[in-house]
Each structure stands twice: as C-alpha cells, then as structure tokens.
C-alpha cells in the first residue's frame, strides 16, 4: 500500500464525543486523476473539491471510512489545508504562478513561487470550536456576534448559486448560514434583518479570515510595470488542476509508458503521480542520444 500523507487539520470533525484533527491522505494516482478529468465537466468547483477529499481521505482520527458527508462538514479552511498538502507532496512544496496585475489599464503578468508548507503549517491560535463569539458595532450600537466557520456544505451551496448567477444571494445566504445569533447591548437575541445582515457581513468575513487563515490565502504581489502592490488569491483547487496541467495530459504519458515497458493501462494507472513522473523521466533520458 502506497504510503499515506499525515495532515493536521484545525478544526477537524467531532465524533465519540472528541475533536478529530489528524487527518490521512493516500496518494494521489493516475486513477484519481483520469476520474477527476472525468468529474470536471459535471461538477462544480466546491462539488469537485468534496468528490476529490472524499475519494483520497483515508480516516480524519477515528474516522473510517470517511465518507462525503464527513468532507461537507469540514470547514473551508480544513478542506484548502487538504489541497494544499495534496499539492506539496503531489508536486513540490514550492509552487510557481502567474499573477496578473489587477489594475485595468497594466495587467501585467508577474511570476511568483508560493512555499505551500507556509500554508498547511499555519495554525490559528485561538482553539477550535463549533461556534465563536465576537462584539461588534452596528448603526444601532454595539452587538454581540454568535457565528460559526463556512463549512463545504456551504461552499456547495454558494458555488451552485453562482453558476445561477445569483451573487447576491451566495453572499446573503452565506452570512445568514453562518450567524447562529445575534444579541444586543442588553442580551436580549435580536433578528436579523436584511439590513443587520449586510453590516455584520464585513464583521464576519473579518473573523473568518483571522479564525481560518487557509480558508482565505493570498500572496502579495509588487507589480513590477506599475509599482503597485496586490493580492492575488490563492486557489487551492485551481493550485493543483494547474500543477496537473503542467505536467501534459495522462493519457499520452500512459501511452508513452505502456509502449516502453509494456505494462497494462490498470498497472500504470494505479502508480502515484510522482512515481509516473520518475519513469517518464527515465524513458526521457534512454531516447535522448547520448
Ligand atoms: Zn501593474
């Protein structure tokens, strides 16, 4: 059995009444990726991202099988911790990319390298919890704010109201998901209203990203055409379809390797991406002339 990558979530999954947190990923192989390839087209990103973990997830703690259900409960933050460790040992713990400078009128394109161990090995530190409590101050005066962290779940729901073309309501109902309850100055919960919702927004995503720092990465950048500085936005999903992509597709690598070594597609595909890449480099080196 192909050796397993150990990931330390943050939040994690509660079950038997304990906190999960140490989570075990089989290595990504070329079954995985000709059935990825395959998932593309039918499903969203976020919907991607869930069939993916739940396929190379092999336990989160205590739990075995991991299922699905188990991914959609992971918080954003601990799905991306995923992907970016999926990228690390899949590919290299230093990723190049290409930003574009933001700004209309330059767009320049610049290189950066992204050391994704800064990424996974990040962790918050206030301790985990199903909800957390903030004070924040609305038009009316100061509030209390009950919330909990965007889930898969969540994301799901968020990315099929995008490919909807409903922005408005990705953000809305994100928010509304997300507060669990709302006190004011006295203690008394209050509702929240359309309006309260949009000021607590920004409130919200604020403690988001500081609770869950891999939910929300970004590299910032120093444009080096106009001088001025951005942040570019780290994709963990997009992170390793490009890492997949620079590396041309499976089936001619198959192709490749089957006619110099003779082996059956389900031998070849069952090997780990990394360990396809050795022989490719090998059968590379024997066509060179010397
Ligand atoms: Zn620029």
Excluded at 169 to 183: G, K, Q, Y
Aim: aromatic residues 6%; proline residues 5%.
């Amino acid at each position: 059995m192909a050796s397993l990558l150990n990931v330390d979530l943050w939040t994690g999954l509660v079950a038997e009444d304990r906190r999960q947190s140490g989570a075990r990923l089989c290595a990504f192989t070329g079954e995985d990726e000709a059935a990825l390839l395959d998932t593309a087209g039918r499903c969203l990103p976020a919907e991607q991202v869930t069939w993916l973990l739940a396929r190379l997830l092999d336990s989160i703690g205590g739990i075995r099988p991991v299922g699905v259900e188990h991914v959609r409960m992971l918080t954003v933050g601990d799905r991306d911790r995923l992907l970016f460790a999926l990228c690390s040992a899949t590919f290299s713990p230093e990723m190049d990319l290409v930003a574009r400078c933001p700004f209309e009128e330059c767009g320049e394109l610049t290189e950066l390298t992204v050391s994704l161990e800064t990424l996974t090995g990040h962790v918050p530190a206030t301790p985990p919890a199903d909800s957390f409590e903030k004070q924040i101050e609305l038009e009316e005066g100061p509030f209390t704010l009950r919330f909990r962290l965007p889930t898969g779940q969540d994301q799901e729901k968020a990315c099929r109201h995008l490919a909807a073309q409903d922005a408005a309501r990705v953000e809305a109902e994100l928010v509304r998901e997300c507060v669990l309850e709302l006190r004011d100055a006295k203690g008394r919960p209050v509702d929240c209203a359309a309006r309260r919702l949009a000021q607590i927004r920004p409130h919200l995503e604020a403690a988001w990203s500081e609770l869950d720092p891999s939910a929300d990465c970004f590299s910032q950048v120093e444009c080096p055409a106009c001088g001025r500085a951005y942040s570019a936005v780290l994709d963990a999903l997009s992170l390793f379809m490009a890492g997949l992509e620079n590396r041309g597709d499976i089936f001619h690598q198959v192709d490749r390797l089957a006619r110099a070594y003779h082996w059956s597609e389900r031998e070849l595909l069952a090997l780990s991406f990394q360990r396809r890449q050795r022989y490719l480099e090998l059968v590379d080196s024997q066509a060179r002339p010397s």
